[in-house]
């Protein structure tokens, strides 16, 4: 068993001890803390449970390296991207939106471990890009905006952070390229999104926050049918 069974446990013991205690005391100071601090406490502890469990999961099939080209339900592979990005973007405290056109294919053919570790690249680094910022005036906001065609696949990464540097536009996708600290990054998650997309027979390129242009994006096309 894992130690989140253990907690799981201890903690419905615990709504299961504090529902027995009720039915004994009429103590209404006491029914009030039960009701106020320790019931909803346990149930959020419950909540966080569940969720580090939908996260690792998540982990367990992103890092089940395999080069198996198969069909894919596209939203589902979406959805792991989420479960991947979920508390670095909420630790960031950004509105994270995902808009989903009616033209996306429901279906691709793709190598689909690549593919999330593409997307949760690009994601990851967008949540990065604020932090890079020493001070940021407004409410951060990180959207997603997948669509398609017959052919391709498009997915739009925005985000309402700085405007990037042109010497580091000029050198975004190179291999080991960062402004991060070494602590934070290595500078291949582009470098390697890049990669994996030109062997997919996609592109990804970025389009700069300007006056006119509100947003940096990161602009990522594949074919729905992948050939090896």
Known sequence: SSPLTFIKANQEMCKYAVGNAKKVTENKEVLSIFDRLIIPS????MKGVERIEELLNSFRRFYKRDDLVSEVDFTELIAEVKNLTYYNIK????NFIIEV????????????????QVITNVVNNAVDAFEEKAVFNGEKELKKVVSGSDSTV????????????QYVMERIFEPFFTT????KGTGLGLAISRQILKFMGGTIYV??????HPTVDFIITIPINYNA
């Open 207 to 212: 389009e700069n926050k300007s006056k006119k």
């Open 101 to 116: 056109a009616k033209s996306t294919p429901k279906k691709i053919t793709c190598k689909k471990q690549e593919l999330i």
């Open 154 to 165: 498009n997915i739009v990464v925005s985000n309402n952070g700085p405007e990037i540097p």
């Open 91 to 94: 630790r960031s405290n950004i």
């Open 42 to 45: 346990v149930d959020e502890s």
């Open 180 to 183: 991060k600290t070494a602590e």
